[in-house]
């Protein structure tokens, strides 16, 4: 019964109360109606008694009444079915008799039986019951119907109040949904408490942005002595080429660590409410300039295909982090690989040259085999789509779908 929604359980509560009532009212109704027959018969037989009895003390040779549907007998010449009945009134059946009922006066040889035949109150009262009948089913359907009625209106602040919830967007904000509510029922403290957990939701994100701010400065101190560091011993006339491909590598790695970084504190601070006409073919060259002068060897490595100008509408720190961790994670995943770049209206693909047509089944991964989480998430903040598809060879192409 629990599991069912609740306005069928309201129609079907309804229904039942509906029920009970129909059938109380059909039970207590025939009841009346059977009292209602003896009260009336018993006053007839009585009244009948009474006359019948004062005419034969006045006249012992009266001869007594015997109609269609009333008799009166003395005792000794009454039937068979009237002779053992005791004093009061009783309803006797007998075959081709309906609603037979006899009264019996007097005592010993002085009794008298007085019947009569109601048939027509038979009828009458058959024909009710077939009415109640139809009452208890019809006042359960619509006692059901107008449960069914009225759990829509009842339901309807839930079903708003559901509403509004789901509309609410990911990242907490403020609400004041028990505004719509004027009744001070239980409706309006459901919105209240859904208010009150938005608002400590949303004094938790002020919290996690203040934190993240506050880590950015820390973090980036710490990058920037290690880059200055790396650039003076770059400048150092006595290091050896081994040491120089590994201060390469630092420096590279310092460089990746800040994007991602920058990618972190971005997908923590929500998608900004600023943004701009961005040329990504540009943004993309941008990139690949900052990634060339740490890793000179990428300008090789990485080419350019323009297939159809591609602009878009978002934050530009959000673009130019995208790209940049993007393109270093594929220069970073296999040293001496030579990468397309490669943008359509829709979007752009970064595959190798022999890896086949640009287009082709893809599957969704949130890591895309690079630990593009951070990616990823600025991805899914923005509406981008971000996949891959890896032939049978192992060859890797990444999709970013931007419309």
């Known amino acids: 019964m629990f599991r069912r929604p609740l306005r069928n359980r309201i129609a079907l509560t309804c229904g039942v109360i509906g029920f009970v009532l129909s059938l109380c009212f059909a039970v207590a109704t025939t009841i009346v109606a059977?009292?209602?027959?003896?009260?009336?018969?018993?006053?007839?037989?009585?009244?009948?008694?009474?006359?019948?009895?004062?005419?034969?003390?006045?006249?012992?040779?009266?001869?007594?009444?015997?109609?269609e549907h009333?008799?009166?007998?003395?005792?000794?010449?009454?039937p068979e079915i009237f002779r053992a009945l005791p004093?009061?009134?009783?309803?006797?059946?007998?075959?081709?008799?309906?609603?037979?009922?006899?009264?019996?006066?007097g005592e010993g040889?002085?009794?008298?039986?007085?019947?009569?035949?109601?048939?027509?109150?038979?009828?009458?009262?058959?024909?009710?019951?077939?009415?109640?009948?139809?009452i208890?089913?019809?006042?359960?359907?619509?006692?059901?119907?107008?449960?069914?009625l009225l759990a829509n209106r009842a339901i309807q602040p839930v079903v708003h109040l559901a509403d509004r919830v789901s509309a609410l967007p990911a990242r907490p904000v403020a609400t004041n949904m028990a505004e719509d509510f004027i009744a001070n029922d239980e409706i309006r403290r459901l919105a209240s408490s859904i208010d009150g957990y938005q608002q400590r939701l949303v004094e938790v994100d002020a919290a996690e942005k203040v934190f993240f701010s506050n880590a950015s400065h820390e973090l980036r101190t710490p990058i920037a002595v290690i880059q200055g560091a790396v650039e003076v011993l770059c400048d150092d006339p006595a290091m050896t080429s081994g040491q120089r491909v590994r201060i390469g590598r630092i420096d590279r790695a310092i460089l990746e660590l800040g994007w991602l970084l920058e990618a972190l504190l971005l997908s923590a601070r929500g998608v900004p409410a600023d943004s701009e006409q961005i040329d990504i073919a540009a943004t993309i060259e941008e990139a690949l300039a900052r990634i060339v002068a740490v890793e000179p060897d990428a300008a090789r490595r990485i080419t350019l295909d323009?297939?159809?100008?591609?602009?878009?509408?978002?934050?530009?720190?959000?673009?130019?982090?995208?790209?940049?961790?993007?393109?270093?994670r594929v220069l970073n995943k296999a040293p001496g690989t030579a990468w397309q770049v490669v943008v359509t209206d829709a979007g752009l693909?970064?595959?190798?040259?022999d890896n086949g047509q640009v287009?082709?089944?893809?599957?969704?991964?949130?890591?895309?085999?690079?630990?593009?989480?951070?990616?990823?998430?600025?991805?899914?903040?923005?509406?981008?789509?971000?996949?891959?598809?890896?032939?049978e060879q192992g060859a890797l192409t990444l999709h970013l779908g931007i419309r």
Not at 306 to 328: F, G, H, M, Y
Not at 349 to 353: I, N
Request: charged share 25%; aromatic share 8%.
């Open 136 to 148: 208890v089913i019809c006042g359960s359907l619509l006692a059901g119907w107008l449960g069914w």
């Open 109 to 134: 040889s002085d009794r008298w039986v007085f019947a009569i035949e109601v048939g027509p109150i038979e009828i009458l009262e058959r024909y009710l019951a077939r009415a109640m009948f139809v």
């Open 349 to 353: 693909d970064v595959l190798q040259p």
């Open 34 to 67: 059977e009292e209602y027959e003896h009260i009336v018969i018993q006053a007839v037989l009585d009244g009948q008694a009474r006359e019948v009895m004062e005419q034969l003390r006045s006249d012992p040779q009266a001869v007594l009444v015997n109609s």
């Open 359 to 391: 287009a082709g089944d893809r599957v969704q991964r949130s890591d895309l085999g690079l630990n593009l989480m951070f990616v990823d998430r600025l991805c899914r903040g923005l509406g981008w789509r971000l996949e891959q598809r890896i032939s």
């Open 306 to 328: 323009l297939r159809s100008p591609l602009t878009v509408t978002a934050p530009r720190r959000w673009t130019d982090c995208i790209l940049s961790v993007l393109l270093q």
């Open 70 to 78: 009333f008799s009166s007998y003395r005792q000794s010449d009454a």
């Open 87 to 105: 004093n009061g009134l009783h309803e006797v059946e007998a075959e081709g008799r309906d609603g037979l009922h006899a009264a019996v006066y």
